[in-house]
């Protein structure tokens, strides 16, 4: 959480920042600042507010010629949403940008006397009286001795008075990366996108490592002072992936690139219509002999995890437990060394998820992340890797990436099933040959957005709604739920369909908007008599089927058709509409879609 960027070079500074911070503002939007040398470094100027970026922009001089600054984008940790608690924060000679919770601040505050000298409520101010009580004119000594004395999570860019055109950089857990480009300078943020216009190639600043930036270079080093080479990556995609490119929001944009992402994940691991990890380098050794899996991330990706897990119990009749990393982190681990442990994450860098990866691999060598973001946290921690190639998601509602999951969950059920001989080819080869339609069927389904987008109004005024399904259709059903009460703020809460009358019909009155779902044909029947129920209790009915038309008013208000697929892959074409609908229902209530309130992408604190 919490956005940050850092740029010293030959270009001016002030558009750089601004508009790496509109970039990373997904990460957190409740207020804005940055901080740049000015005189010739003889001081370091800040403009800050709460607020957006744009709010910011708004305050910030029209020419500032400087060529070095920092700059941030909040979300909320200790202190209010206020002017004062805006970043940067200066302390002495010390002017910083901080992105985590440091732990131990009351400890920090007594030891350095600081009561009274501070103008904040945040921990970040701490830490920079910290670093700035230790400066005696050596900007990298007084950074090292700093860092020794803070506990949690951080990513710090650091100004100091007295030298201009240099920004430091050192970071534990919270995320930064960083890059030079000739012709520009040198670079850091939380991630790329803040910089890509720039450079397709950065590197993941190493914990605990200290960077230093200049105009003519970058100098990365450990805490004993020896240098260490930066570890280049590329993106494989440009600065137009990380634009709107014509749509409203980066939401409705990322639903529409779930064909071409769901393509470029699938399509890449097959062979002979057989799933095939080589290219990935993950061994058929990690699946052999299996006894169970643990499924564990956060949010959309923990419902991604239901809908795979599910997919898994029922193909290949092996134990499969879906775990909120939240918990299982405090939990006793039921894990053995045949456990397979899946950890999905479209950032990498949920702070829960990435802990609780951590306390799995003391139990297992079988650790594999479904990740998206090349290089993050939990790619590098965890023993073996699959990308998602979604490329980026900014807006805060995870949609595109739901998506890849399951797809990746689905290939792993099948390599799986294959290497313990649970499934045979030909099966496989059948299955593989209708995921790989799964890209067009859901471009057919995307030509029906304006009729879903005629349902909003009316969820629109709804206060509470409800999501039902049975079997893969009730996993799908709370992501659904997720998606329209985080940018809709309408109550809404998914729930087998079967289990409504042991409590929740109560909560059925006239005109309550019910989502069902009914594609799963060994329980269609029982999903429709359900939905009878709730009909009869004056529901208002959305029902999404494979059914080409319904006709009976009992049954539902309005029906959507899903096209035919085996019943296994309607929920890629389910959550396509689900989203469109939660998007438009969050346009009908006045609301921004991409920055929902007290929201942030990216869940770096625990
Ligand atoms: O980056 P991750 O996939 O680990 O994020 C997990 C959740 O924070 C995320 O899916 C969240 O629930 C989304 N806002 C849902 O749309």
Known sequence: MCGIIGFTGSKEAQNILLDGLQKLEYRGYDSAGIAFFKDNGSHVSIRKTAGKVDDLRAICDEENNSTCGIGHTRWATHGGVTNANAHPHKFGNVTLIHNGIIENYHELIEKYNLKGQLKSDTDSEIAAAVIDAHYDGDPKEAIKAAVKE?????????LFKGHPGEVYAIRNVSPMVASYAAGAGAFIASDITAF?????????LPEYHLLTMKEDGIFLENLSGQAVEPEFMTVDWDVTTAQKGGYPYFMIKEIHEEPTALANTINPRISDLLPDFSADEVPDSLFAGVKDITIIACGTAMYAGNVGGAFIRNKLGIPVTVAIASEFRYERPTISKDTLVIVASQSGETIDTLEALKLAKQYTDRTLSIVNVKGSSI??????????????EIAVASTKAYSVQVAVLYLVACKLGLVNNSLNEADVRDFISDLRNIPSMVEELLNQEDKIARQADRM??????????????YSLSM???LKLKEISYIHAEAYAAGELKHGTISLITDGTPVIAIATQQNVYGKVVSNIREVKARGAYVILLSKDKVIT??????VHFSLPAVRDELTVFESAVILQILAYYTSLGKGNNPDQPRNLAKSVTVE
């Not at 803070?150 to 650091?158: E, I, N, P, R, S």
């Not at 890509?196 to 993941?204: A, D, G, K, M, P």
């Not at 629109?460 to 259709?473: E, H, M, S, V, W």
Request: proline share 2%; hydrophobic share 40%; aromatic share 14%.
């Open 150 to 158: 803070l506990k949690g999570a951080f990513a710090f860019c650091v």
């Open 196 to 204: 890509i216009e720039y450079t397709n190639r950065y590197f993941v």
């Open 379 to 392: 790619a590098r921690e965890s023993h073996h890797v699959l990308y998602t190639h979604g490329g980026p």
């Open 460 to 473: 629109a005024n709804a206060t509470d709604a409800f999501f039902i399904g049975r079997g893969l259709d």
């Open 479 to 481: 992501e659904g739920a």
């Open 552 to 557: 009976d008013n009992t049954i539902c208000d």
